[in-house]
Structures are given as C-alpha cells and as structure tokens.
C-alpha cells in the first residue's frame, strides 16, 4: 500500500528529517508533481503543503516515531483533512487517493538519491518495537482471561472440586461394575457437552478482543501474523464446538451414542487448546523477544488443559469398558 512508505518515514525519522533538505526537496517535488496528476482539482498543491506545514503533521509523525499510537494510513488521511481539505461527501475517499499518489511520487524522488536510497533501506523495528510490546501485553491479557475461565468452565470453584473427586473416583471404578461405569460414563458426557457450550461462550469473547486488535494494531503486528491467526484458528475451532450440540440435545444424555461425540468433542477443545497456549506463546517470544514467564497465577492455562486432557482420558477408558459389554440393557433414547 503506498500509503505504508509514510507510515515508515514516520516510524523512520520523524517529523524533523522530513522538514530538512535533501528531503525536504523530494517532499517539494513530490507535491508538484502530485498536484500534476489532480489538474482537475483546485488547491491540491497548496493542500499538501499546508498539510506538510503544519502543527498536526509534525504531531502525528512525532507520536508515530516514538510509538506512542500504532501506525495506521487512517490517520493519515485524518490528518490531512484536519488541516483544510474537504470534497463534500467524498472528502476521505479523495483524500486518500491524493495521499498514495503523493506517497508514490515521494519515493520515485527518493530513489533518485543516495540519501533517499538509505531512508528507504531502513527498517523501522527500532521504532515500532515499543507498539509492538504494547500490543503483546493486550494479547496477554486477553490469554490471561481465557485461562482463568478455562478452568471451571462456568461451574463454580466449589462444582469443580467435586468433579475432580469424581473423575479420580471414576477411573478406579472396578470393571465388573458395569452399570455404574455406565453410569459414570454418561454424567460425565452430559458435564463436558455443557461445559463445552460455555467455554465456547468465553473463546468467542476472547476472539472478539483479538479480532479488535487486529484492527488497532495492524501494522505493527505484521512478524507476528502466523502466531495470532493460528490464535484466531485455535478459538474459532473451539467456538465451532457449541452449535452442533445444543444444549436441548444433551441436557439428559440418555443415549450411549452421545458419549463417543463428547469424547470427540473434548478431544478437539484439548488440542485447539493446547494450539491456543503454544501460539500465544510465540507470538509473546516474537513480539517482546523473551519467553513468557506466567506470571504466579494459581492455575496456568495449560495445567486446565491437562487436566481436560486427563479427564478425555478417564472418559475414553470408560467407553471402552461399556463399548466392549453386551450384558447392558439397551438405550432408552
């Protein structure tokens, strides 16, 4: 996008470099020759240069440079209508197209130079390394939140105690008891296809946030896309999980058929869950360039994953026994 060669002079040098010479010739020659391809307009010229000029332009390149706001083209264009450019309804759509043909000459300009050839080389990271932490701190938070309402799935802390107790009570159930362990099996099923629904609810949450952004800080999270889409992926997977199992169709889980599909079901929540913690964890390492430490939460996210692993575990072992039976009396559904 051409307006990214501003957004990078921006981040780049700043405000000053930009109002001294050599550049300070291009910039000239730039608006000229912009001003060339808009001969049908009235004060294209005079526009960017009052823009050029002025009090919002060296504001906004200095808050980009010491990013202080994330680099974005809309502000760009804001910044130029502020300063007296106006075309009615199509006042943004014009100023924008004027804007990238003035990004556009400016940079044949500097092409023409040695000095322009070493503004153009540079890189910006230095500068936007700061946008960057911030938006790697507003992903933690958002991680963050996840994990805590991973852990109880909605229930209280209180529910969740109990479940534990019975899961470590369920997985020693003895073989020949096959009708508890049927039993077992099913509550079990009814617990996770519930609480799935719920932590569907929080991930959709949690992808909003991320989504939101995406939007805020486009350009400065550009070597952390493959990390925060595989983000995107992981939630997207485990929100996916609620419509196909809505709660009228197991608030009482009468039929054995359903206890495979909630096995199924909490096997993907486990590995998009895990997918969820490690691409966070990269983008983190990206982004800030350490390894995320945690923190001293009581429970991590991945020690609720584990433990959702665990009780995958202890809910397959049962299927097998009740799978493997022929002595139990037929479904009721």
């Given at each position: 996008?051409?307006?990214?060669?501003?957004?990078?002079?921006?981040?780049?040098?700043?405000?000053?470099?930009?109002?001294?010479?050599?550049?300070?010739?291009?910039?000239?020659?730039?608006?000229?020759?912009?001003?060339?391809?808009?001969?049908?307009?009235?004060?294209?010229?005079?526009?960017?240069?009052?823009?050029?000029?002025?009090?919002?332009?060296?504001?906004?390149?200095?808050?980009?440079?010491?990013?202080?706001?994330?680099?974005?083209?809309?502000?760009?264009?804001s910044?130029?209508?502020?300063?007296?450019?106006?075309?009615?309804?199509?006042?943004?759509?014009?100023?924008?197209?004027?804007?990238?043909?003035?990004?556009?000459?400016?940079?044949?300009?500097?092409?023409?130079?040695?000095?322009?050839?070493?503004?153009?080389?540079e890189?910006?990271?230095?500068?936007?390394?700061?946008?960057?932490?911030?938006?790697?701190?507003?992903?933690?938070?958002?991680?963050?939140?996840?994990?805590?309402?991973?852990?109880?799935?909605?229930?209280?802390?209180?529910?969740?105690?109990?479940?534990?107790d019975?899961?470590?009570?369920?997985?020693?159930?003895?073989?020949?008891?096959?009708?508890?362990?049927?039993?077992?099996?099913?509550?079990?099923?009814?617990?996770?296809?519930?609480?799935?629904?719920?932590?569907?609810?929080?991930?959709?949450?949690?992808?909003?946030?991320?989504?939101?952004?995406?939007?805020?800080?486009?350009?400065?999270?550009?070597?952390?896309?493959?990390?925060?889409?595989?983000?995107?992926?992981?939630?997207?997977?485990?929100?996916?999980?609620?419509?196909?199992?809505?709660?009228?169709?197991?608030?009482?889980?009468?039929?054995?058929?359903?206890?495979?599909?909630?096995i199924?079901?909490?096997?993907?929540?486990?590995?998009?869950?895990?997918?969820?913690?490690?691409?966070?964890?990269?983008?983190?390492?990206?982004?800030?360039?350490?390894?995320?430490?945690?923190?001293?939460?009581?429970?991590?996210?991945?020690?609720?994953?584990?433990?959702?692993?665990q009780?995958?575990?202890?809910?397959?072992?049962?299927?097998?026994r009740?799978?493997?039976?022929?002595?139990?009396?037929?479904?009721?559904?």
């Amino acid at each position: 996008m051409p307006l990214d060669l501003l957004l990078k002079l921006a981040t780049t040098v700043g405000a000053r470099v930009l109002k001294e010479e050599p550049m300070a010739k291009a910039i000239r020659l730039a608006i000229d020759a912009t001003a060339d391809e808009f001969t049908q307009m009235e004060g294209v010229r005079d526009d960017l240069r009052t823009w050029c000029d002025s009090d919002e332009f060296s504001d906004l390149f200095s808050k980009l440079q010491e990013g202080r706001i994330t680099p974005q083209a809309g502000d760009l264009v804001s910044s130029f209508v502020q300063t007296g450019f106006f075309l009615q309804d199509q006042t943004d759509s014009v100023a924008e197209n004027i804007l990238d043909t003035f990004a556009q000459k400016l940079e044949d300009e500097l092409y023409k130079s040695e000095f322009g050839m070493k503004i153009l080389a540079e890189r910006p990271e230095k500068t936007i390394q700061p946008t960057r932490s911030r938006f790697a701190e507003r992903v933690t938070e958002i991680y963050k939140d996840f994990a805590l309402s991973l852990w109880t799935g909605g229930d209280s802390p209180y529910h969740q105690r109990t479940l534990e107790d019975l899961l470590k009570r369920y997985e020693t159930l003895p073989k020949s008891e096959i009708e508890k362990v049927d039993t077992a099996c099913r509550g079990l099923a009814k617990d996770i296809l519930i609480r799935l629904a719920t932590i569907a609810d929080i991930a959709e949450n949690s992808l909003s946030m991320l989504e939101h952004l995406r939007l805020s800080f486009g350009y400065a999270i550009t070597s952390t896309s493959a990390e925060f889409e595989a983000m995107i992926d992981a939630l997207q997977a485990i929100i996916q999980l609620s419509p196909r199992r809505p709660a009228d169709s197991y608030s009482d889980v009468k039929s054995r058929a359903r206890i495979p599909m909630a096995i199924a079901d909490l096997g993907v929540f486990c590995e998009r869950g895990k997918m969820f913690d490690a691409s966070f964890k990269r983008l983190f390492k990206v982004a800030t360039g350490r390894q995320f430490e945690g923190g001293v939460s009581e429970r991590s996210l991945m020690d609720s994953i584990n433990w959702y692993d665990q009780y995958h575990t202890v809910m397959k072992s049962l299927w097998e026994r009740i799978a493997q039976c022929s002595t139990l009396p037929p479904d009721t559904w």
